[in-house]
């Protein structure tokens, strides 16, 4: 059995290939973007997450599933005091991130913040 450093470095080096296919993803933790408009997608992760994960009663705050079109936007906002991954994402603890998809494709990998431990992004041209 993997111990759960090795897993979330593990976790942590799969999000970083996947964000090479999908395509530049910009992060926002430095407060610059707040005036920016809201992003299609929001998804927040609030403070205790982690620690609502390890009991077994954290909600889900993230689909199992995601369908967007080429050019809308995603925002996560982890307010939680440890990462999270969302398939070809990272969201460090206390960090935002906004991306603009690209790219189109199937993006499927591992989700921390959902109870099946998987998510599926589809990236469709129209």
């Known amino acids: 059995m993997i111990d759960r450093r090795l897993r979330a470095m593990l976790m942590f080096v ?3 290939l996947s964000l090479a296919m999908v ?8 407060n610059s973007n707040d005036a920016m408009p ?7 992760i609030p403070a205790g997450y982690g620690e609502l994960l390890e009991t077994g009663e954290a ?9 967007v079109v080429l050019g ?3 925002e996560i906002v982890n307010e939680d005091d440890r990462g999270h991954v969302i398939g070809p994402f990272y969201v460090g603890a206390n960090e ?8 189109p494709g199937i993006y499927s990998g591992s989700c921390s913040v ?4 998987q998510v599926v992004l589809t ?3 129209t």
């Open 14 to 16: 799969a999000a970083l």
């Open 23 to 30: 395509g530049s993803c910009a992060d926002s933790s430095d």
């Open 38 to 44: 809201p992003a299609d997608y929001n998804y927040l």
């Open 59 to 67: 909600p889900e705050v993230f689909p199992a599933s995601l369908d």
């Open 72 to 74: 809308e936007e995603i």
């Open 96 to 103: 935002r991130i906004r991306h603009t998809f690209s790219v």
């Open 114 to 117: 959902h109870e099946s431990g």
């Open 123 to 125: 990236v469709h041209e």
